[in-house]
């Protein structure tokens, strides 16, 4: 795991740097936090440990914030950790905002462009199966990715077994986050209730899956490429809204498109803007960009989207 982790460094240049590491106290994070711990002085990282206590759980909160202090004080790096207020809803949802939220604060505190998370193998599996039930398009199967800068996940290949494995042979400790028994958050139910029936079919199907979802974003990676060169043809940026910063739709070169890859093109146009790209609402899109030379579509409560001769653009109101 150390070695893998060496490579993974490597391959994305990660050398001669402040970097972060996202550090919650349960055994994926602290078995990140030893192996970082234990490369910093090959690669010259000027390692610091980031905390976030959601303020969930009262005394064990301020218990685990406690705890990954004093793993940074052992392994002698600057710890930074911030609190989250009581009035901030408890979803799983809003603590994702709120974790990435603060880790951009961190970042920017520390003028780094690099920030560990301990994401696994088991919690790509999770996150697939949760996009596939609540409804995900091809891109949504890449699941968790290994890289989106500033995150890097080098745990991503090892299932949550390997790691648990991992801290025994080298007796880390970390803490146990009862929350996590709790199949009230959907992540949790799939990880509990539906993953180990799933075993009882195929008992290698975090490996079978994990390699879907590796296939996945290659896939995605190809398109990604092909579509950037159909947005150069179709795009105007002599007309880009510059409030949502995006350019305006050339119409007729858009009608020129296979309906598929139209109904793509509105996907990645809308991803921020809209909150459920869903195919019905982009089918409604593509609908009135075909159907309308000149009127306007409300796409939320302040912006439109406007047809106009052969121009396709959003405004604010």
């Given at each position: 795991m150390i070695e893998k982790t060496a490579a993974f460094l490597k391959?994305?240049?990660?050398?001669?740097?402040?970097?972060?590491?996202?550090?919650?106290?349960?055994?994926?994070?602290?078995?990140?936090?030893y192996i970082l711990n234990s490369l910093k002085k090959d690669f010259n990282l000027n390692l610091k440990v980031i905390h976030l206590n959601h303020n969930w759980r009262g005394e064990e909160s301020i218990k685990d914030m406690e705890f990954v202090q004093k793993l940074a004080r052992d392994y002698g790096v600057e710890f930074y950790y911030e609190t989250l207020d009581d009035d901030i809803k408890k979803t799983e949802l809003s603590a994702r905002d709120a974790r990435y939220d603060f880790f951009e604060r961190a970042l920017k505190?520390?003028?780094?462009?690099?920030?560990?998370?301990?994401?696994?193998?088991?919690?790509?599996?999770?996150?697939?199966f949760y996009r596939v039930i609540k409804g995900t398009g091809i891109s949504g199967l890449s699941s968790i990715p290994k890289c989106r800068p500033p995150y890097y996940r080098p745990?991503?290949?090892?299932?949550?077994?390997?790691?648990?494995?991992?801290?025994?042979?080298?007796?880390?400790?970390?803490?146990?986050?009862?929350?996590?028994e709790d199949i009230k958050y959907k992540r949790n139910f799939i990880r509990k209730n539906i993953l180990p029936e799933i075993l009882k079919i195929n008992d290698n199907a975090l490996n079978a899956v994990s390699s879907l979802i590796n296939i996945a974003t290659e896939h995605n990676e190809i398109v990604e490429d092909y579509l950037k060169i159909i947005e150069k043809e179709i795009f105007d940026h002599n007309?880009?809204?510059?409030?949502?910063?995006?350019?305006?739709?050339?119409?007729?070169?858009?009608?020129?498109?296979?309906?598929e890859l139209q109904r793509e093109i509105l996907s990645r146009y809308f991803k921020g803007l809209l909150k459920n790209r869903d195919f019905k609402n982009i089918l409604k899109i593509q609908n009135f960009i075909i159907e309308n030379e000149n009127s306007t579509l409300s796409i939320n409560k302040d912006t439109f989207l406007k047809s106009w001769k052969n121009s396709v653009f959003l405004y604010k109101r």
């Open positions: 391959k994305y240049n990660i050398a001669d740097k402040t970097v972060l590491a996202a550090v919650s106290g349960g055994v994926d994070s602290s078995c990140l936090l505190k520390f003028e780094s462009n690099v920030c560990f998370l301990a994401h696994n193998k088991n919690d790509n599996v999770e996150t697939f745990l991503l290949e090892f299932s949550r077994d390997e790691i648990e494995s991992f801290a025994a042979k080298f007796d880390i400790k970390f803490r146990v986050d009862a929350s996590n007309g880009a809204d510059w409030a949502n910063k995006r350019p305006a739709i050339i119409r007729d070169k858009f009608l020129n498109l296979k309906p």
